[in-house]
């Protein structure tokens, strides 16, 4: 599984068909900060969050991107090009990535998935197949990062993403994810009251022990459902397109028997659908959600903005 994700992420970006292009807006200004620059007591060897954010146009939200297992936060610069360009701060987040979600499907542990979200993102030792403490968690990293870009560019406001109290302004970001980080971008929409969540090749939460969608994936949250998004491949080759689908249902994002609309050929606003789906010819279907097609940037405006 580890060498086949690794693989996966050496095409993360070559997702594309061949008449397909980019379109990064010269405004957007990228910097990369170690985690250590936010806390000496982080690794020096760590890799950089990646931080973009348009010089002309604000929105003043946060769209908050978490990567995939193994991943590397700035292999994700085209989504998050896309979101700067529309007037978004955003923060790709560097942090603990390197077990597997799927992986986990065959336990016997009926909360399996539960602990392992929860120990990554809060830092909760209740986990058994990671060990993140509170300073690891995806939580702490995006408030150090925060006051980190709030002292050093005061005049940039990063600090209205934060309470205080040096808190999360969770109703001010958007929540966003990748294979592995769209777990994570989901399980803290079902934690945290959020402005919206959007998931990409994911949620991965589903138990081939048991046949069924996580635990917490079919619990209430906070976050209301009309506010989660999701964009598919139909031929995922990392986690069963089925298996995607079943937990989709289980979040209650689709309803029995429903399936993502197929929006390769539709336009904005792609029927007013939160569950999107791709069948498009990529290098890596799992990643080309987040790729170079040029059908994506208007699915991914949708996504950050559609009602």
Same mark, same amino acid.
């Given at each position: 599984? *580890? ?6 992420? %050496?095409?993360?970006?070559?997702? !594309?068909?061949? &008449? ?27 890799? #950089? +969050?990646?931080?973009? *954010?348009?010089?002309?146009? +604000? ?18 610069? /085209? ?14 987040? #560097? ?18 998935? &539960?602990?392992? *979200? &929860? ?9 058994? $197949? $990671? ?9 702490? *990293?995006?408030? !150090?990062? /925060?006051?980190? %870009? ?39 929409? !079902? ?41 598919? +491949? ?51 279907? +799992? ?8 059908? %994506?940037? &208007? ?9």
């Amino acid at each position: 599984m *580890r060498k086949l994700a690794i693989l996966l992420l %050496l095409t993360l970006f070559s997702c !594309k068909n061949e &008449d397909s292009e980019s379109d990064i807006t010269p405004q957007n200004i990228s910097i990369l900060v170690t985690p250590n620059q936010t806390d000496p007591n982080y690794s020096t060897t760590e890799e #950089s +969050h990646y931080v973009v *954010r348009n010089n002309k146009w +604000h929105v003043n939200k946060l769209f908050l991107f978490i990567g995939g297992s193994y991943s590397v936060p700035k292999n994700y610069n /085209l989504v998050c090009e896309h979101a700067a360009s529309i007037g978004l701060d955003v923060i790709s987040l #560097s942090y603990p990535n390197d077990v597997a979600t799927a992986s986990l499907g065959t336990s016997s542990d009926a909360l399996i998935f &539960d602990y392992y *979200r &929860d120990e990554i993102c809060f830092g909760n030792p209740v986990s058994s $197949v $990671v060990s993140v403490d509170v300073l690891n968690s995806i939580e702490t *990293r995006a408030i !150090k990062l /925060l006051i980190y %870009l709030k002292n050093t560019y005061p005049e940039q406001n990063w600090g209205q993403y934060l309470t205080n109290s040096n808190a999360l302004q969770w109703s001010s970001i958007i929540l966003s994810g990748h294979s592995q980080g769209s777990g994570h971008a989901c399980y803290l929409g !079902k934690k945290r009251s959020v402005d919206r969540v959007i998931m990409f090749s994911g949620p991965n939460d589903y138990s081939t022990y048991y046949s069924t969608p996580a635990n917490w994936l079919r619990q209430s949250g906070l976050t209301s459902l009309t506010r989660y998004f999701s964009l598919l +491949h139909t031929a995922d080759e990392i986690v069963p397109y089925n298996y995607q689908v079943a937990n989709l249902r289980g979040l209650g994002l689709l309803a029995p028997n429903q399936s993502p609309i197929l929006a390769d050929n539709l336009t904005t606003p792609y029927q007013n659908a939160n569950s999107l789906s791709l069948s498009i010819v990529a290098l890596s279907n +799992h990643n080309s959600t987040i790729g170079a097609s040029k059908i %994506l940037p &208007d699915i991914w405006t949708y996504m950050m903005t559609g009602n």
